[in-house]
């Protein structure tokens, strides 16, 4: 079992997100949730946020942590010493895009493995724009969202 990177921007944290997560505890030693700092993203919640919710979500948890990167996945890998990346597949476009991603990788460091998991059926039209598109426009979010979340939103 070794140390695994969950990367995303996780904008807001979904329950499709800690879906995969908590799916994935099982196969490794550890997971440290990327939320990764994009530059042509102008995202709804800081990244800060987003740590903060991760890391109260999973306080119970000594195997899953969450950190800010910047810069190329591959290299905050080596940063933590993971040799695998988990991406959630919620749909066939995810697959598409996100091995893309992967093979672009593969390509920089042969070393470092990407794993897919699907998400359940529940989740699978959970995603991070739409949930911002319902927040944004002041509808019920709630459904999509960890309970952290929706405390969180509620303050504001």
């Known amino acids: 079992m070794s140390i695994c990177l969950f990367p995303g921007t996780f904008d807001p944290v979904t329950l499709g997100h800690i879906d995969i997560i908590v799916r994935a505890k099982p196969l490794f030693k550890k997971i440290v949730i990327g939320i990764g700092k994009n530059a042509s993203k102008s995202p709804m919640f800081s990244?800060?946020?987003r740590l903060e919710w991760f890391r109260e979500?999973?306080?119970?948890?000594?195997?899953i942590d969450a950190a800010i990167y910047e810069g190329l996945t591959i290299n905050f890998c080596n940063e933590i010493g993971a040799k695998f990346i988990l991406r959630g597949i919620r749909y066939v476009s995810d697959f598409e895009y996100e091995k893309a991603i992967a093979d672009a990788n593969r390509t920089l460091d042969k070393s470092i493995e990407t794993i897919f998991l699907t998400g359940e059926p529940i989740y699978t039209h959970v995603a991070s724009?739409?949930?911002r598109d319902i927040i944004k426009n002041h509808g019920d979010a709630s459904p999509f969202l960890p309970e952290v979340?929706?405390?969180s939103l509620k303050k504001k």
Do not use: H
């Not at 979500?57 to 195997?63: L, N, Q, T, V």
């Open 47 to 49: 990244a800060e946020q």
């Open 149 to 151: 979340v929706i405390e």
């Open 57 to 63: 979500i999973f306080k119970d948890e000594p195997g």
């Open 129 to 131: 724009t739409i949930v």
